[in-house]
């Protein structure tokens, strides 16, 4: 099959974006992460990010995560600590997320390393949720294998169980994720698209372009 026959070698697009240069970034990586951010607040959930993770025995595996909070101690998520991307953390704290931003042809992409966030921090979120995400995450032994019945149940049991005061599940939990490394991808014509990258350097950051 060529190229012209393969529907999935033909479905491509042209990027037609100004481009991103050294002059236009931010000094510190979570101020251009902001400035950038704010450009995508009218996409559908752009606080959606890919998370990448390793398991213990070398298997990587990807899934998207809502980002609920970034500050200059890294990005934030919950989740249930059971669930495979706990256990492949708890395994193997390197990880990598990504935004993709493709209406805006942007991409960010951080790669850093995760830590539980303490229990005060995970309670304070878990109790701003709406109650059915908050017996969602009773009824939900996330990534274990049930059935549509088994989780019917689950969930009237913790309803029954639970008045407006539901308690944090004890493996659900959440994690942030400290940055060692920034790429900002801004698409280009020709497929000659920029990469910028922070690296650490020192006590701040230095940046590098890539190759597209």
Sequence with gaps: MNAVENPWAARRREYSEA?????????????MFRRWYDDAADLP???AMVLATVSADGQPSVRTVLLKGFDERGAVFFTNRGSRKGTDLAANPKCALLFPWHPLERQVRVEGVAESLDAKEVAAYFASRPRGARLGAHASRQS????????????????????????????????????????FWQGRSNRMHDRLCYLPDGAGWRVQRLAP
């Design 19 to 31: 481009g991103l240069r050294e002059t236009d970034l931010a000094a510190e990586p979570l101020a």
């Design 45 to 47: 959930e752009p606080n």
């Design 144 to 183: 274990r294998p049930t059935t549509p019945a088994a989780l019917a149940e689950a969930f009237a049991e913790a309803e029954q169980r639970f008045g407006d005061e539901v308690p944090v599940p004890q493996e659900w939990g959440g994690y942030r994720v400290r940055p060692q490394r920034w790429e």
